[in-house]
């Protein structure tokens, strides 16, 4: 069964990841990166500037094939 992590890193985190020496199945990332400012300006994305404020440290979530299907969506988008 694959392993699903979902994580969001804030502008200048240092991070690294290592697959465990256990799994045996090949690791796959998915990389989105916006500019800082994005979100900054429209009042509805409010809850997205938190998000990103508390993304500074660092957030990790426990991921589900739906959400790894959405962003498998995301990447395929053109333009995007």
């Known amino acids: 069964m694959s392993v699903i992590t979902f ?14 020496e256990s799994n045996t199945e090949p690791a796959h990332a998915f990389v ?3 500019h800082n400012d994005l979100f900054q300006q429209v009042p509805e994305f409010s809850c997205i ?7 500074q440290r660092g957030l990790h ?10 962003i498998e ?8």
């Not at 200048?12 to 697959?19: E, Q, R, S």
């Not at 979530?61 to 959405?70: E, L, M, N, V």
């Not at 969506?73 to 995007?80: L, S």
């Open 32 to 34: 989105i990166q916006w």
């Open 49 to 55: 500037r938190k998000l990103q404020q508390d993304a």
């Open 61 to 70: 979530f426990k991921s589900t094939q739906a959400i790894k299907d959405k």
């Open 73 to 80: 969506h995301i990447a395929k988008i053109e333009g995007f």
């Open 7 to 20: 994580l969001i890193s804030g502008l200048n985190l240092p991070h690294c990841w290592i697959n465990d």
